[in-house]
């Protein structure tokens, strides 16, 4: 086994769609042992039961074996409610994967930093918040957020950025806080690769390279849908057959989540000042009604 990583255990916090993605992953292309916490306890049985389903498939489809698919499910275990990210004190990574909101952010990373190894890797899988910020929360009480690079806590913050669907999509956008250690880079790097993945790097700038250029794009489609230019369907029909696009703007929107585009929106908008990300207002109408696409059954389309 490469051990370039060093990752024998993952501690994943959030059973959404992207942490049990990146479980599902980590334990059966990187082999490693994951622990999940959620601090819903119907979150995690909703995101072990879709894990039973992937692993499933790939073995009826002949991806891997019965004893793979059995093998990885025996790598996940689930952190007990009461315990908390305390529960994970002893991984030697974390990766979290909660909603986009910076404070319910640090306040976990300032749990893990009081908590875990120095060694650990404290790995977000934000989709634009400041990494700088994430890490700056992820000093001690005692410790100077000024310590020598590679030694302080915040050394060990790192951003590592998967797409959904985490099983399908090949990529993981590496991040660097302006505190991230060299060696907490290639570290994640390692294990991004581990998990099967191919790594771009991005500045920590809002949105980083993927959201800054996806964002305003969906925001355009749905100012078009707004004003009439099209329908719904000929606008998503447009970037599907004249582009190419495996899903169009709307139905991209939709399957990301429209909770988590106007999130990114605001936070692109809040850290340019540039009026191209503020978001559409028939988009925070949506998320105002509670519509957030498909992951609760409506948005610009509807599911069962
Ligand atoms: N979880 C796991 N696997 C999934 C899945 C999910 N939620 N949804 C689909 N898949 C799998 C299917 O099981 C299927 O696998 P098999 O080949 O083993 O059967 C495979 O994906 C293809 O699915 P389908 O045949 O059902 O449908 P499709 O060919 O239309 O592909 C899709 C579905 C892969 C989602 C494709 O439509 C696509 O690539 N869409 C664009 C996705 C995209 O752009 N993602 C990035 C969003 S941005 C982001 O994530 C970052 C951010 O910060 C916001």
Redesign the pocket.
């Known amino acids: 086994m490469s051990v370039a990583h060093g990752i024998r255990t993952l501690g994943v916090i959030g059973a959404g769609?992207m942490g049990l993605?990146i479980a599902y992953v980590a334990a059966l292309r990187a082999k490693v042992a994951v622990q999940l916490y959620d601090r819903s306890p119907e979150q995690i049985s909703k995101g072990l039961n879709l894990m039973d389903r992937?692993l499933a498939?790939?073995a009826a489809?002949g991806r891997i074996s019965e004893a793979d698919a059995k093998h990885a499910r025996e790598r996940v275990s689930v952190i007990e409610h009461a315990m908390g990210v305390r529960g994970l004190r002893d991984v030697d990574m974390v990766i979290e994967a909660v909603s986009e909101n910076l404070e319910v952010k640090q306040r976990i990373f300032a749990e893990l930093a009081a908590e875990m190894r120095p060694d650990a890797i404290l790995a977000t899988n934000t989709?634009s918040i400041s990494i700088t910020k994430i890490a700056a929360s992820a000093v001690p009480e005692g410790e100077s957020a000024t310590s020598a690079l590679g030694k302080s806590s915040a050394g060990r913050v790192v951003g590592l950025?998967f797409?959904?669907?985490v099983?399908?999509?090949k990529l993981v956008e590496l991040i660097s806080a302006l505190q991230t250690s060299e060696e907490t880079l290639s570290r994640a790097r390692a294990f991004a690769i581990a998990c099967e993945k191919e790594v771009t790097t991005s500045l920590d700038v809002p949105g980083f390279v993927?959201?800054a250029l996806?964002m305003p794009f969906i925001n355009e489609a749905i100012i078009w849908l707004e004003r009439g230019v099209a329908t719904r369907d000929d606008i998503d029909k447009t970037l599907r057959l004249g582009m190419n696009h495996?899903?169009g703007p709307l139905q991209?929107a939709d399957?990301?989540g429209l909770d988590?585009c106007l999130a990114?929106q605001k936070t692109l908008y809040a850290g340019t000042g540039d009026s191209k990300y503020r978001p559409s207002v028939l988009l925070e109408r949506m998320v105002d009604a509670g519509w957030y696409g498909r992951k609760n059954g409506k948005g610009f389309y509807e599911y069962d």
Do not use: R
């Open positions: 769609q993605g992937l498939k790939d489809k989709s950025h797409f959904n669907p099983p399908v999509m993927s959201n996806l495996p899903m991209l399957f990301i988590t990114i």
